[in-house]
């Protein structure tokens, strides 16, 4: 099953909103709205793009591979220069924006430490690289132990799929290797005040059960996400991803 746009713009903005508040942080004290020229490196459908335009000042450029995305995004946000294009190879010259961004991309790309080496060759001296967030599912925690084995499949699906599932342990590396200086890096906070929204739910199950499909049937696959609403209405259930960020200085 492949997902629609609409559908992967969803699940965009939800991954999103997970990170909002470390955006918050990191806008303010990076004081990355006074740059003039933003690269959203990845931007896909556009759910870092609103708020961006919002409060860049300058000159703010969304880059991705598929033209789907960036169509979508098109209809949404005439604020952003939209352009396709391949993250091993910026169309960029050398120091041309103030900062370079990305959120939930290094997993996806073939060459992470190139693709961070070019986010710091398009830099200015000086500007920014920051990757919002880089998940490890080689860390996912998935209790009660009758779902122990997504993470099992998950792994073997998303490597298949050309990801790397254990990114987010090696970004502060990709940075260092790359030059920057003044590096932090971290793990997004986890915690479970209660069972996810259905929005929520029905979200993270589109993306399962596609990383599912192939390894399990879809009795199989029906009766695990049927495991995991139950396990969140009877207070048993956690899920945990351990979600690192970065940033540095040119």
């Known amino acids: 099953m492949t997902l629609s746009p609409h559908q992967q ?14 955006r918050r942080m990191v806008y303010g004290q990076l004081n990355l709205f006074a740059c003039q020229s933003v690269l959203d490196l990845g931007c896909g ?17 969304g880059l991705d ?9 098109g209809t949404r946000f005439d604020r952003a220069f939209l352009t396709a294009g391949d ?20 997993l996806w790309v073939q060459k992470p430490r190139q693709v961070v080496r070019e986010m710091r060759r398009v830099v200015k001296p000086g500007g920014l690289v920051i990757a919002f967030a880089e998940p490890d599912y080689g860390g996912r925690i998935d ?6 084995r997504i993470q099992e499949i998950q792994l073997q699906s998303l490597a298949a799929q ?21 590096i932090t890096s971290g793990v997004l906070q986890g915690y479970w005040q209660g069972p996810p929204s259905e929005e929520e739910f029905q979200s993270e199950w589109a993306v399962l059960s596609q990383d599912l499909e192939g390894y399990l049937n879809p ?27 970065a940033w540095g200085r040119v």
């Not at 713009?9 to 508040?21: G, K, L, N, P, V």
């Not at 870092?48 to 000159?59: A, D, I, M, P, Q």
């Not at 209790?143 to 122990?148: H, I, T």
């Open 219 to 245: 009795r199989e696959i029906d009766q695990l996400r049927l495991v995991d609403r139950e396990a969140w209405q009877q207070g048993r259930r956690t899920l945990f991803v351990p979600t690192f960020y």
């Open 45 to 61: 459908t556009g759910a870092l793009l609103g708020e961006l335009s919002r409060r860049v000042g300058g000159h703010l450029v």
């Open 87 to 106: 993250a091993h190879h910026l169309p960029f010259g050398a120091e041309t924006f103030n900062a370079a961004l990305c959120h939930f991309v290094l």
């Open 65 to 73: 591979l598929s033209a789907d995305h960036l169509a979508f995004a």
């Open 143 to 148: 209790p009660p132990p009758e779902l122990a």
């Open 162 to 182: 050309g990801a790397d599932p254990r990114t987010g342990r090696k970004i502060r590396d990709y940075f260092s290797d790359a030059g920057l200086h003044s």
């Open 9 to 22: 713009h969803d699940r965009f903005r939800i991954q999103a909103r997970w990170t909002q508040e470390l």
